[in-house]
């Protein structure tokens, strides 16, 4: 088989791949570029068949797993106060752009409100955008989008 059909069989198959992200179409086509190296080089189809056999083979049943297993890993879990941003807080005195006080996850944090010019008042519920250092830049949760 010509070693041109060999790259448009594996142009088809990764575009399969594209429509479906099941990692089977995509190993696929790549048994069918290295098929087309060997047929590109001259050796007959029955050392291609060889070729796209073991090649799809070792993809499939050593490649696949691995990948499935590393797309399927839980995301990195943020620790220490990365953890708290994205939280919610209750103001304890009222938050400025220099100054304020939270509550924040049973605990007492210094805050800045992450618009300058607002003014936060004491009792509103406020959203943790980013810590810096000990202090929380907050912003109020009822003008959030």
């Given at each position: 088989m010509p070693w041109f059909l060999w790259l448009l069989a594996a142009a088809a198959?990764?575009?399969a791949e594209f429509f479906t992200l099941t990692l089977v179409f995509g190993?696929?086509?790549g048994a069918a570029l290295v098929t087309a190296v060997v047929a590109?080089?001259?050796?007959?189809?029955l050392g291609?068949?060889?070729a796209l056999g073991v090649t799809a083979a070792a993809g499939?049943?050593?490649?696949r797993p691995v990948?499935?297993?590393h797309m399927t890993q839980s995301p990195v879990t943020r620790e220490g106060?990365?953890?708290l941003i994205g939280k919610r807080a209750e103001v304890l005195?009222?938050?400025?752009?220099?100054?304020?006080?939270?509550?924040?996850?049973g605990e007492d944090w210094s805050a800045r409100s992450l618009d300058e010019s607002q003014v936060i008042p004491v009792g509103a519920l406020v959203d943790v955008m980013e810590i810096e250092g000990a202090t929380a830049i907050v912003y109020p949760h009822e003008l959030l989008p």
């Open positions: 198959l990764g575009a190993l696929l086509a590109g080089v001259g050796i007959g189809i291609q068949l060889v499939l049943l050593v490649v990948a499935l297993r106060s990365d953890a005195q009222e938050v400025t752009a220099t100054r304020g006080l939270v509550k924040l996850s």
